[in-house]
């Protein structure tokens, strides 16, 4: 799961719908064949080699004799015919292309053929619209004042009622499970007897959704950047605000070891409540992402700056407490170049059907907020999470089966990947994941900071690899 920033030029992802008919427990026979066809690539940015088709598979799982609906499908072929298997790939998001790990795999994992589609509601697989500026404006944070909150609710009903697909009943079956069942359907159209999986991020929900029902035809699988469907709202949000709280106490420790340090020898906690402070007063000029800056976006902000730069988290930090926009940078004003769509492509209500993400009273929202803060007493909260128990407020309901404990039917054990210092998975999923799989499991975990790239170090690199060409031979 990324960090999802809204700008009003543009609205990036993150994903997951609603209502399977059946999830664990359904009936997990393989399903019929589905019709495969491949074609050109309809996008001017697929890297060479990467063949293009299109996948028809049941709308709804549940009926699979009813309406169909077409899936966009990649494949790279390993060079010179020799491939060891099959990689299918579950993108991140929610609301990246199914391809967008072919080019990191074809380095890190050579001499297999990698396969993928776009999942439901998701760049070619009819991706679902909705109104940029509705988009933008849904808070961060749910308000903890009734009147606001009960707008808020209607708001978010009226927002995702506007919110489309083509066919318009899919945004009702966009959910991890109906997702898996569609990576079967195109394994059964390949004719291929075992896979191997790969899942980044959001890709890893599908992933595991995949082990459970079909995990017998699985040879190796790699989770990296775990996310944990097992859990509730509030251990969702806390847990993510400890993995926040974890990552500016590392900020924090690192600048004051470091002279160079914009913020070296302050007491950057409180330079964090000036920053916020400000921003809530409205004075910060421009926006951030697409929205007025606000304590909220001060976190989403310094989330993203701590993982990738300590010192350019700490110089923007330090501008944000003096009243200066850290991103306005060659963009006088922070406002976006180009005008804004009315409909954008907005893959984060999806979210809502594979967990149940909404706070169901104001009272509830406020009871969040003092566990967040209990948990994160400088950060106060992740906004990468508790976007959601906004956006779910009108979102669709969560899947059958939704919070399912991870299992998977595969012989093999499954490989976790993750990050000490993630701010998008914090290691508290991928940790539970790990006691739900049980002691097959090997869980590689990397003391570094940020969101994926854990196969950029050579050694973890060869530990995947090993494991992978063991299982296929």
Not at 19 to 35: H, I, T, V
Not at 97 to 106: H, K, M, N
Not at 213 to 235: C, D, K, T, W, Y
Not at 327 to 356: H, K, M, W
Request: proline letters at 7%; hydrophobic letters at 35%.
């Amino acid at each position: 799961m990324r960090s999802s920033v809204i700008t009003t030029s543009a609205v990036v992802a993150m994903t997951a719908v609603v209502g399977l008919s059946g999830g664990a427990n359904a009936e997990q026979e393989g399903p019929p064949k589905g019709k495969l066809a491949w074609g050109e690539c309809a996008r001017e940015d697929i890297v060479k080699g990467v063949e293009c088709g299109t996948l028809t598979v049941p709308l709804d799982w549940s009926e699979p004799d009813a309406d169909t609906v077409p899936l966009r499908v990649f494949r790279y072929k390993a060079p010179g015919g020799k491939s060891r298997g099959t990689i299918v790939n579950f993108p991140s998001g929610p609301g990246e292309s199914g391809d967008i790990a072919f080019a990191g795999l074809r380095e890190k994992l050579p001499g297999y053929d990698l396969v993928a589609i776009d999942p439901r509601g998701v760049g070619e697989s009819s991706a679902l619209n909705c109104s940029a500026e509705d988009a933008v404006n849904i808070p961060l944070v749910p308000p903890t004042d009734g009147k606001s909150f009960t707008a808020l609710e209607k708001e978010q009903r009226d927002f995702w009622s506007s919110c489309t697909t083509k066919p318009t009943a899919l945004k009702q079956h966009t959910d991890a499970y109906s997702n898996a069942r569609d990576a079967e359907a195109l394994r059964t159209a390949l004719g291929l007897d075992r896979i191997n999986l790969h899942g980044f991020s959001y890709g890893t929900l599908y992933a595991e959704r995949y082990l459970a029902m079909f995990g017998q035809h699985v040879n190796g699988s790699i989770l990296e950047g775990v996310m944990n469907p097992a859990q509730s709202r509030r251990e969702f949000i806390t847990t993510a605000a400890t993995g926040s709280q974890a990552l500016f106490d590392r900020f924090a420790k690192s600048c004051a070891a470091d002279a160079e340090c914009a913020l070296h020898g302050q007491d950057i906690a409180a330079v964090l409540r000036t920053a916020k402070d400000k921003a809530d007063a409205g004075r910060i000029p421009g926006d951030a992402y697409g929205r007025p800056w606000s304590a909220a976006a001060v976190n989403q902000y310094l989330d993203v700056a701590m993982a990738s730069d300590v010192r350019k988290a700490a110089t923007g930090l330090l501008k944000l407490s003096r009243g200066k926009n850290p991103i306005a940078d060659g963009n006088p004003g922070g406002q976006p170049e180009e005008p804004t769509p009315d409909r954008v492509p907005y893959s984060d209500p999806l979210v809502c059907s594979d967990f149940d993400m909404s706070v169901e009273s104001v009272n509830a929202a406020r009871r969040d907020q003092a566990a967040m803060r209990t948990a994160a007493p400088d950060m106060g909260y992740s906004a990468n999470s508790t976007q959601y128990t906004s956006i779910c407020l009108g979102g669709p309901q969560p899947a059958k089966d939704s919070a399912a404990p991870v299992t998977s039917r595969s012989d093999n054990p499954t490989l976790l990947l993750s990050n000490s210092h993630d701010p998008a998975t914090p290691i508290a999923w991928a940790d539970s994941v790990e006691r739900q799989l049980g002691p097959d499991t090997d869980h590689i975990r990397t003391d570094k900071t940020g969101h994926g790239g854990a196969m950029d170090e050579p050694e973890v690199n060869q530990r995947v690899t090993d494991y992978l060409n063991r299982l296929n031979p």
